[in-house]
């Protein structure tokens, strides 16, 4: 495989996966809307062509502009969009579909990709685009992916959980860096037990293109961190990445009450664990960054661009009056 067409590639998740592929001397085009910053502009090494992915001539134009060797779509959103994609570049090497953990529906510990179930997708779930959909709307992607591979496509999918690392726009673990970092003591929901595993971004960009080289057609791949960590445990990896220590202050669903929260208004806090098997991948040669090299990078980016998270969870004046009536109990 020589050249590859990424649908995204500017932001977060593509971004990393453009710079993998170049580092492996792949010819690479980027196919966006050019709605963002083009990190890329300027380098001739890689392509841009322009148009919306919900637009099936825009990605015909692309497909007779590029000819790409693989397809990697990393923005489909909705089954209809997996649809277009694998119909337009259904006779590439490799269509590699980014779906995700969410697409599983029972809580199995951990959740592997030929057992574990998916979650059911209706109509009506397959063009709403709230939080709630996401998970059914990835799984119904990865049926199409597994249907199109009986019929002779060479598609896969990759199931990443919570992703993380530099550039990483939805600021969850943002919030995390920016409380550890400016103060002493913060509020942990529960007793900072609970696992919700994640990746590191560019182990996900690693996992894809691996599993476009060497997976096989009809096949979903789990990508994760190898060691999990615990909400507790990841305040311990930023703190050391910042040189610093942080009291935390365990609160139940009772207590956070105080301050009218919710152990869910807190980033990457999940009551029930969530832990793929990522086996499946490690048979393609796949591993991940040790977490705490990956968290001192993570730390490092959100740092230097600003980065706080504020708007991902509670106000730091609810934390307050919720420590201040825990340190009079």
């Not at 090494?45 to 497909?63: E, P, S, Y």
């Not at 969410?102 to 179930?117: H, L, M």
């Not at 048979?283 to 730390?299: D, F, I, K, N, Q």
Request: aromatic share 8%; proline share 5%; net charge negative.
């Amino acid at each position: 495989m020589d050249s590859a067409l990424v649908v995204g590639g500017t932001r977060f998740i593509g971004r990393h996966l453009v710079e993998e592929l170049l580092a492996h001397d792949y010819r690479v085009t980027t196919f966006n809307r050019g709605k963002h910053d083009d990190p890329f502009e300027g380098d001739d090494r890689v392509h841009h062509v322009q148009g919306d992915r919900t637009d099936r001539k825009a990605l015909l134009t692309a497909k007779r502009e590029v000819e790409p060797d693989v397809v990697f779509d990393c923005v489909a959103y909705e089954p209809r969009e997996v649809e277009h994609a694998i119909d337009v570049f259904g006779g590439v090497d490799a269509y590699v579909y980014v779906s995700s953990g969410a697409a599983y529906a029972d809580e199995d510990v951990p959740k592997r990709e030929d057992e574990t179930t998916l979650e059911s997708c209706t109509a009506e779930q397959a063009t709403d685009d709230s939080p709630e959909t996401y998970g059914p709307r990835k799984a119904a992607g990865d049926r199409i992916v597994f249907e199109a591979a009986e019929r002779g496509v060479n598609a896969m999918s990759v199931r990443p959980p919570v992703v993380y690392g530099p550039h990483d726009y939805t600021e969850r673990l943002a919030y995390w860096v920016h409380r550890v970092a400016e103060y002493d003591e913060v509020v942990v929901p529960g007793d900072g037990t609970n696992l919700w595993q994640r990746v590191y971004v560019e182990d996900v960009a690693r996992g894809m293109r691996l599993v476009a080289e060497e997976g096989e057609p009809g096949e979903a791949y789990n990508v994760g961190d190898r060691n999990a960590v615990t909400l507790d445990r990841m305040l311990d990896l930023i703190a050391d990445a910042l040189g610093t220590d942080v009291e935390r202050a365990y609160t139940s669903p009772r207590e956070l009450e105080v301050a009218g929260l919710d152990p869910e208004d807190f980033p990457l806090y999940r009551d029930y664990p969530h832990l793929l098997d990522t086996s499946k991948v490690e048979a393609l040669g796949y591993e991940s960054t040790p977490v705490a090299e990956a968290m001192e990078r993570t730390v490092e980016a959100h740092r230097e661009n600003g980065r706080t998270g504020e708007e991902e969870g509670p106000d730091r004046e609810d934390e307050q009056r919720l420590l201040d009536v825990l340190d009079t109990l």
